[in-house]
């Protein structure tokens, strides 16, 4: 059990049949009235965001989220097929659950399948990844505009903005957070 007095920033819990995980909470003492818990909340399993407020003594079952590595092997239309790197068995996981989660990640890359009481409703990507410039405009000399980019497509299809200085071939580091251009890759 996890008191709502004790919310941290990723603590995840179980509330009206749900698992919600804090993105935001803050401690407020009013000067009149009892103390309570605002918290932002996100829904995992949907990603809808709700805000709540707790009393801090409120008492909720903690969700226990299991982070599995897996290798994507590849997909077969709707499907998406992951090996476990340990027992070698394949999950074939539906395109809803993953959304567009691999839009940055190759086949054979190693991703964090996560899962609660054994169903599986997302995917964590490598927070960084190294992908080849298929695709992309060829910078001229002179262009040094501070800031500006252009359209480039990576190998797994994804179209990025990147510096006017990238060039087709190069390999680039993208942030899978935030799906942006970080550095070219010496």
């Known amino acids: 059990m996890i008191v709502a007095g004790d919310f941290?920033?990723?603590?995840?819990?179980?509330?009206?049949?749900?698992?919600f995980q804090v993105v935001e909470f803050q401690h407020v003492k009013p000067g009149k009235g009892a103390a309570f818990v605002r918290t932002k909340l996100k829904n995992i399993i949907t990603?809808?965001?709700v805000e709540r407020t707790f009393n801090p003594?409120?008492?909720?079952?903690?969700?226990?989220i299991e982070r599995k590595d897996m290798q994507y092997l590849y997909n077969?239309?709707?499907?998406?097929?992951?090996?476990?790197?340990?027992?070698?068995?394949?999950?074939p996981i539906n395109k809803e659950t993953?959304?567009?989660?691999?839009?940055l990640?190759?086949?054979?890359?190693?991703?964090?399948?996560?899962s609660h009481k054994g169903n599986v409703f997302g995917i964590e990507p490598p927070t960084f990844v190294e992908l080849e410039v298929t695709e992309t405009d060829p910078g001229f000399k002179g262009d040094t505009?501070?800031?500006?980019?252009?359209?480039?497509?990576?190998?797994?299809?994804?179209v990025i903005k990147v510096p006017l200085f990238v060039n087709t071939g190069d390999i680039?580091?993208?942030d899978t957070r935030t799906n942006e251009y970080m550095e070219r890759v010496k």
Do not use: C
Request: avoid cysteine; aromatic fraction near 8%; hydrophobic fraction near 35%.
């Open 8 to 19: 941290k920033n990723g603590v995840t819990f179980e509330l009206d049949n749900n698992i």
């Open 47 to 49: 990603g809808a965001t």
């Open 57 to 64: 003594t409120d008492k909720m079952p903690k969700a226990h």
């Open 76 to 91: 077969d239309g709707d499907l998406y097929y992951f090996m476990d790197v340990e027992s070698y068995e394949q999950l």
């Open 98 to 103: 993953i959304g567009n989660t691999l839009d």
């Open 105 to 114: 990640v190759k086949e054979n890359d190693i991703v964090k399948i996560l």
């Open 145 to 158: 505009a501070t800031g500006a980019t252009k359209p480039a497509t990576v190998e797994t299809g994804y």
């Open 172 to 174: 680039i580091r993208i």
